[in-house]
């Protein structure tokens, strides 16, 4: 089983450049996340869809786009890229609400230039 | 707003010896608890979760956590670590009247092992 599954794994981009970072689970649940991780600051949740056809904004939404596309398929957009959204994307999926444990990708490095 | 700290940034201990990891969340009722381990270039995998019952909660790899209400902690412990449990070690929290399954995570603690 793969998973999560996260593309691209790195990317560089220049600042006002825009991107696409693409995730896919094959596990059928139904909740998704996208958290990003700095050093000395965890895991910061930027976006959640905690069902297929609904998103919402988690902790540090501003300056990025989501889209639930079915309820395999959850992508993170950036629409013009800045230097402080250079870190690690992770998208996340877990079945239930309730059943807690969250899968993770592997995750993507991104840099802005 | 609920919270999680993990006090100590960075932890080295010697293989072979005890390790604890300190987490301390913030939240009005029981939350649901977990510990995270991501080694390096690699995503997040669970150690283990508590969300009610015995608060003495056993996961993989050979690490316990102990829930403790009257502290507002839940610590991670192993007796004797291997050189391979050097990673990073994130705690988190999901509120357990949640509907969203948002969880909220501890700013991570990295764990050196020494030989």
């Known amino acids: 089983n793969a998973g999560v599954t996260q593309t691209p794994k790195f990317q560089v981009l220049k600042t006002g450049q825009s991107m696409t970072l693409q995730c896919a689970q094959d596990?059928?649940?139904?909740?998704m996340y996208w958290y990003r991780q700095d050093p000395g600051m965890g895991l910061r949740l930027i976006y959640y869809?905690?069902?297929?056809?609904?998103?919402d904004k988690g902790e540090v939404p501003n300056g990025y786009n989501v889209s639930r596309l079915n309820k395999r398929e959850f992508s993170l957009r950036l629409e013009s890229a800045a230097p402080s959204q250079t870190s690690v994307y992770f998208c996340?999926?877990?079945?239930?609400?309730?059943?807690?444990?969250?899968?993770f990708g592997e995750g993507s490095r991104l840099t802005v230039l | 707003a609920q919270s999680v700290t993990q006090p100590d940034i960075h932890i080295t201990v010697s293989e072979g010896a005890s390790l604890e990891l300190r987490c301390n969340y913030s939240?009005?009722?029981?939350?649901?608890l977990f510990w995270y381990v991501q080694s390096p270039g690699q995503g997040l995998q669970l150690l283990l979760k508590?969300?009610?019952?015995?608060?003495l909660v056993q996961g993989i790899k050979g690490f316990e956590a102990e829930f403790k209400r009257s502290q507002s902690s839940f610590n991670l412990r192993k007796p004797s670590v291997h050189w391979s449990d050097a990673a990073e070690y994130f705690c988190?929290?999901?509120?357990?009247?949640?509907?969203?399954?948002?969880?909220?995570f501890g700013q991570g603690t990295t764990l050196q092992v020494k030989p």
């Open positions: 939240y009005g009722a029981t939350p649901y």
């Open positions: 596990m059928n649940h139904n909740s």
């Open positions: 996340a999926s877990r079945g239930g609400l309730r059943t807690g444990e969250l899968f």
């Open positions: 508590y969300f009610s019952g015995d608060t």
């Open positions: 869809s905690a069902s297929e056809g609904t998103t």
């Open positions: 988190a929290v999901l509120k357990s009247s949640s509907n969203t399954g948002k969880l909220i």
